[in-house]
């Protein structure tokens, strides 16, 4: 099984059931979490963990880039989760001065879905 805790997506807290108990997730859920986190990850911004997170330096503020880098740069973010087997769509949009906006489906090594929106 892959239990983990639930971070809420608004605070990036943990967070609790009504019994008290800390929420966790498993499954699909945690895949989810776990991209999320990632594409919200700068890379190189972790001090224990370099080569976690998205390169957005390799596309924001750069002149003329070509969508296709954009791309393959949330295309490595998301296969960082090795439970995601397929990426089938990315839509990302470059939200002024330096947010992206990224919508992305693809599938899971379970044989479902994956379908997330996030916010950088």
């Not at 805790?5 to 498993?26: A, C, K, N, Q, V």
């Not at 489906?105 to 994956?114: E, H, N």
């Amino acid at each position: 099984m892959n239990d983990t805790l639930f971070i809420d997506p608004e605070t990036g807290d943990l967070d609790f059931d009504d019994e008290g108990m800390l929420r966790m997730i498993d499954g699909g859920e945690t895949t989810a979490q776990n991209v999320r986190l990632t594409l919200q990850t700068h890379k190189e911004s972790f001090p224990l963990d370099l080569i976690h997170g998205t390169h957005y330096d390799r596309f924001l503020g750069v002149k003329g880039i070509d969508p296709g880098e954009i791309e393959e740069v949330i295309r490595e973010a998301v296969y960082q989760e090795t439970d995601v087997v397929e990426v089938d769509s990315v839509d990302v949009t470059i939200q002024q001065p330096r947010g992206v906006g990224i919508q992305f489906s693809g599938r899971l090594k379970s044989g479902g879905d994956i379908n997330l929106e996030v916010n950088v």
